[in-house]
């Protein structure tokens, strides 16, 4: 019976730490969405009215944020658009972490080291997630090199 105990709980935390990477991306979205949502409401849209917008609002952040870092050619705007949602992501993180180091860590120093660590794993997977959407494009000089023809293969080339 301990044996599963200690089985499940391995499972549990493992589960718990995916879902924590799986969600990187979203503190910036979750945030415009809980404000904006917050704002209809309080403007009088109601609660389901209010859900709804929020929903859309956080939805189009994100998918703003993803294809513009997609679509700009420019390294500093890719850059400045990852950080907008890495940082959010990082904060989470950290204060994730620390509480959750709370539980079995007795020591400050230790939780904030810990938090810390989080804060830039939790930062950077969220970076990651955002630049994956940033595909590399061909340069220039590639596209020249494409258009010249190649050497067609005979039998003769083999032997």
Do not use: K
Request: hydrophobic letters at 60%.
């Amino acid at each position: 019976m301990l044996a599963l105990g200690l089985v499940l709980n391995t499972l549990g935390i493992g589960l718990f730490c995916w879902a924590i990477f799986a969600l990187a991306v979203y503190p910036l979205p979750f945030f415009v969405a809980l404000s904006v949502g917050m704002l209809a409401f309080r403007d009088g849209a109601g609660v389901v009215g209010a859900l709804l917008i929020g929903i859309a609002s956080g939805a189009l952040t994100l998918a703003a944020g993803q294809v513009a870092v997609a679509v700009s050619r420019s390294l500093i705007l890719r850059i400045a658009i990852a950080t907008a949602f890495a940082v959010p992501a990082a904060i989470a993180g950290y204060h994730l972490v620390f509480a959750l180091s709370q539980i079995g860590v007795p020591s400050l120093a230790w939780r904030e080291a810990f938090a810390c660590g989080g804060a830039v794993c939790i930062g950077g997977t969220a970076w990651t997630r955002l630049i994956v959407f940033a595909g590399t494009r061909p340069s220039e000089s590639a596209g020249v090199a494409e258009n010249m023809p190649q050497p067609v293969l005979t039998a003769a080339t083999h032997e």
